[in-house]
């Protein structure tokens, strides 16, 4: 009687000495003396050769089984391992070698079909050809990953995956052979994927890659527009009596609004505010509508931009030179008190007489030449002025007059060879408060009128220290008004091109294209927001680097920032708002610090300072040095949120 077995248990084979059985069940001890308890019906083989020597003759014999042969051997019919064992020996197979039978099907379930304890079904050849051609892909892919590894090893960025980089850096397939074999490389160098490819010379321009990972998350289809019927700009408008003039920076290419200034018969004046109108006209669902509400805002970012609509359609609605331009026009009568008596909307064609630049104007156009008028002559220069006096009493009525004496400046970049060039120009100055406060009672009043109709709008509204958008009139505190609405860049911003749908509805008559409690507006309004936000944090990722380069090309080591709160502090000089610990104890608003850069990293948009003290302070001491050499009080400076710039 046997004494031994050979029996199946959780997949995998095992022997032991027969201690007890009964019909059910056999109770065994293993070679290495560990008892089990085993149901008869797991047992495949009894054998009464020695318990030690049994699994590794198995394994042995198994290895040498030629697989091919045993599938051809097995038909197409089921079978068990001791019929197929017969077959292929020719005789009465020995225990040792049903066993050694029972194992190689056991490890090969591409050949046989595992159909119950013991028993197999080969594989049909199709399905066995296309099995083996995958493992044979597998093992030639893995040795394709171990040979990128290698090169990694060696310090190259293997060529195949550089056509990849920027999708393998920011949004990769993970099942692709390129991502596989650059995650066994930072896998086995104990590196990013970022550091990996950076160290290896796979990442030329920072700029470049922060703008990839922005295309590829918020433009997956490109920066490119789509084919667009080219619209026509409406020509059966009313013309204006008015001379319009616009303001801005020289690289603007989508000139939204442009104002008016006329002298009325009863002696008061008449300020126009006249708007691009790119929704006239425009079909519901249209091409038009569409790419708008794709794009939802014009990107911009140092040295370039990515406009909300593309340039032939720009041109069809910018306000520009020396053209009659479809408008939505607000006009404000005005007491020579700068009191505003009452105002009109209009839809119509403005003459726009010119197209004035930040760059000249704010030659002649500044607080000196105001304060002091030297009698130089200028285009504009009395409407000018007198739109301006008109602006400081919008802003005295807001009660927003800045009569703080700290200067804050707005700054501008311009990569030129490589190299950013910073300018910048006094917030507050003449020519940004007029056009501001003009810009900023057009979007209140149409905010007011559209509330008044019972018409939903996108508005900005801040209350409790949070901006938001919402689809009802309420107040923004920050600004001073009790409803704000944009609406006065409908060439750049989806919500202005919302909102001015719904102002020429309501100019017209006519029904608008979202009611209340519509659920299109939730969504474009929701979608816009997102977007919004998006876009105006990558530009502030591409100005905190080229703030980064900016230290390395001027070659900065030591610099001032003034305290906003908490750890919060903005470095002097640059737009850049930081978190910072270690900053000392006590600090009130104006208050400004000494610090020492001593680590930047471009690639990571990281800078450490080195607090020094606060400025008016003796110096400080060195501080103490860690093991590593670092100084004990650097400290990482950490992206401000947007809330936190916002301060």
Not at 195 to 214: Q, W
Not at 359 to 376: H, I, K, Q, Y
Not at 437 to 453: K, P, V, Y
């Amino acid at each position: 009687m046997a004494t031994n077995v050979f029996y199946e248990e959780s997949g995998s084979f095992k022997v032991g000495a027969i201690m007890s059985e009964t019909d059910a069940s056999l109770q065994v001890e293993a070679p290495h003396g560990k008892r089990s308890k085993i149901k008869s019906a797991t047992v495949l083989l009894r054998f009464n050769s020695a318990l030690a020597d049994f699994m590794p003759a198995v394994e042995a014999l198994a290895a040498d089984l030629d697989l091919d042969f045993l599938w051809e051997c097995c038909g197409e019919d089921e079978f068990d391992a001791a019929g197929l064992a017969a077959d292929y020996f020719g005789q009465t197979p020995s225990a040792i070698e049903t066993a050694a039978i029972s194992l190689r099907l056991h490890e090969a379930p591409m050949y046989f079909y595992k159909k119950g304890r013991g028993r197999y079904k080969a594989a049909p050849e199709e399905s066995l050809k296309a099995a083996l051609a995958g493992q044979e892909k597998k093992r030639l892919q893995q040795l394709q990953i171990d040979a990128w590894v290698e090169e990694c090893r060696a310090g190259r960025l293997p060529e195949a995956w550089r056509p990849h980089l920027m999708s393998l850096l920011w949004k990769p397939d993970k099942n692709t052979l390129e991502w596989k074999g650059l995650e066994a490389a930072c896998k086995a160098l104990a590196l990013s994927p970022l550091k990996l490819v950076a160290e290896r010379g796979g990442i030329g321009s920072v700029p470049d890659y922060l703008l990839a990972g922005f295309i590829m998350e918020h433009f997956p289809r490109g920066r490119g527009f789509p084919a667009l019927d080219l619209p026509v700009a409406p020509a059966e408008l009313p013309a204006a009596s008015v001379e319009a003039f616009s303001i801005d920076d020289s690289a603007t290419t989508e000139i939204d609004d442009a104002l008016s200034l006329t002298r009325l018969a009863n002696g008061n004046w008449q300020v126009g505010v006249h708007i691009a109108a790119p929704t006239l006209d425009a079909p519901r669902d249209g091409g038009l509508e569409q790419l708008v509400f794709q794009r939802l805002s014009t990107v911009y970012f140092p040295g370039d931009k990515i406009t909300m609509l593309p340039d032939e359609v720009v041109g069809v609605f910018s306000l520009n030179e020396g053209q009659y331009c479809p408008a939505v026009s607000v006009y404000f009568e005005v007491t020579p008190e700068f009191e505003i008596i009452g105002h009109e909307s209009r839809v119509e064609r403005v003459n726009i007489a010119a197209n004035l630049r930040h760059d000249w104007l704010e030659t002649v156009f500044n607080e000196e030449t105001l304060a002091s008028d030297t009698g130089r002559d200028y285009p504009y220069k009395a409407e000018l002025t007198t739109l301006w006096q008109f602006a400081n009493a919008l802003e005295m009525r807001r009660g927003k007059a800045d009569t703080n004496a700290t200067v804050r400046l707005d700054y501008n970049f311009a990569i030129v060879d490589g190299k950013v060039v910073l300018t910048t120009r006094r917030r507050g100055a003449p020519m940004d408060k007029l056009v501001s406060e003009l810009m900023i009672l057009a979007n209140s009043t149409w905010g007011g009128d559209l509330a008044a109709a019972g018409i939903p709008a996108m508005y900005r509204a801040q209350t409790a220290g949070k901006v938001r958008m919402t689809t009802a009139a309420e107040p923004h505190v920050g600004l001073g008004v009790a409803q704000y609405a944009w609406a006065t860049s409908p060439l750049r911003r989806a919500a202005d091109f919302v909102n001015q749908q719904q102002i020429v509805a309501m100019i017209r008559g006519e029904t608008p294209r979202y009611k209340r409690g519509d659920a299109d507006l939730f969504a474009r309004l929701r979608d816009f927001d997102q977007a919004y936000n998006a876009y105006a944090d990558f530009q502030y990722q591409m100005e905190r680097f080229w703030c980064l380069r900016w230290f390395t090309q001027e070659g900065i080591d030591t610099l001032q920032a003034s305290w906003i709160k908490e750890d919060l502090i903005r470095i002097d000089g640059l737009p850049m708002v930081t978190r910072l610990a270690g900053l000392p104890d006590g600090l009130q608003a104006g208050d400004k610090v000494r610090l020492a850069i001593v680590r930047i990293d471009e690639l990571t948009l990281d800078v450490e300072f080195r607090v020094l003290g606060r400025v008016g302070d003796a110096p400080a001491e060195p501080a103490a040095q860690d093991a590593d050499g670092a100084d004990g009080d650097v400290a990482t400076a950490e992206y401000a949120t947007g809330e936190a710039s916002a301060a």
